[in-house]
């Protein structure tokens, strides 16, 4: 077990096997593996491509219950895993970005590591603070950047009130979402200090300079962070081959999202559709899941946080209908606009409004609409529409599809289409509560007697009819030229 021993409010001793030393230099700190000088920019530089660091990790009520978080303490919230960081007056959630499933090694890693806060730091971890009650509180500096920083060098510009990192190139500027204010009181100042004077009373460690310097954590590759045995919940590490903060949660790594590379991640800066969202964020692009949209381009805080299919038929299709596992019985008869409202796989009678859907498809006639069937009579097949018709109230017998397709490239092509078909042919609707069920829902789509979908006739998704109706559980998907 490594024990760490503070002698002043400069040096650090490590008094082990020598696995580990912090040496200090120029009245830096460095902790590492292999006795490396420090980088002249940094105030504490981590050193390591087998471990990363923790820091303190909390509830969101924890977190909320910290008495007069200093500007730019930093903490790792678990109940939604994301960090936070305290601006001054909010508690500000960093937004993330999904990177990968995790595929790390499960084996336990060696048992080398400093702990504050705690006597046996996660194997993992080759800094572990830990601590309910207080944050780690990093580098903040009003002087500017250092003029030649290191390659994930972390710091807190408070003039600016928020977190900056430097990717080799450029200083990037993080995304946030505001979570909570900070709450009043006063806390008992105790934790380390690398720096002089008095540690702020909310922080289990302090990272001060009186200069420009900031955080090194480890370093590592893509390789290097993959290797590493059964990361623990929050492990951070700098990613060289990303050139971005990455961490560990719920068996997957993340990424802090930069306010560049955030499009349609984030309920204040939606894509018009997930077209639009593929064609303007490189993010995205293979990565299927919720991105917020705001098909008016109104802007503002109003988006639906909707499912984007980013891999098949090209990428950048839409959800826009989901009704539902069949014979549910959890049906809603409201076009959606919560905020946010998933419009995932396996969420019941889910459909945005009819204007939306419009909106999204732009020019009617060159999108395309797709209509996957899980429950269908050829298990899962798609078919594709190529239609100038819009979604409309009055479809059911007003605003007919009389042409489909099996292929999507048959689709954008206009080949082997079935045309005219009586059997085939379909109304493109919005739910409407106002029939003589009380809880009809149209037919957005007819083939052969059975609908996606209505809750009349022999459509039923619901109750006794809901018997062998292919449509129910059925999505549909909308991609613009």
Known sequence: MIRLSFFNAKVFWIMST??????????????????ASGDASAELDIQSTTKGVIFPIMTSAQRDALKSPAAGLLIFNRTGGYHNVYDGSNWQQINRTLITVASNPGTAGTDVGVGVGISDPDNSAILHVNDTLKGFLLPRSSLGVPSTPAEGLILYNSAADEIIYYNGSDWNELSYTVSSAGAGGVNIASGILIG??????????????????????????????????????????????????????AASWYEWSSSIVTYGTLVTNPGQSCKDIYDN???????????????????????????????????????????GPKGSATNTTTAVGANPLETTIGTAFEKLSDADINLIRGAYATSILWLERPNGNASGSPIFFKENKVFDADAPNGSQIRHYHTTYVDAVAGTNQYANSSTYASGLSTWNATGSAGNDYFIIWDYNAEGLISNVGNYQCQGAGANNRSECNALLWVKQP
């Open 281 to 323: 964020n490189p993010a995205s692009q293979g990565v299927d899941g919720n991105y917020f949209i705001d098909p008016d381009g109104a802007g503002g805080n109003v988006a639906y946080e909707c499912y984007c299919d980013m891999t098949r038929n090209g990428g950048g299709w839409t959800l826009v209908v989901n009704t």
């Open 18 to 35: 020598g696995l580990i030393t912090l040496l200090n230099s120029n009245a830096q700190v460095t902790i590492n593996e292999d006795d």
């Open 196 to 249: 002089t004077g008095t540690i702020e009373a909310s922080a289990k460690m302090e990272i001060r300079s009186n200069s420009a310097n900031g955080l090194l954590i480890p370093r590592m590759t893509d390789a290097e962070r993959d290797d590493i045995e059964s990361p623990a919940e929050g492990l951070t590490i700098y990613n060289t081959t990303d050139s971005a903060v990455q961490y560990y949660v």
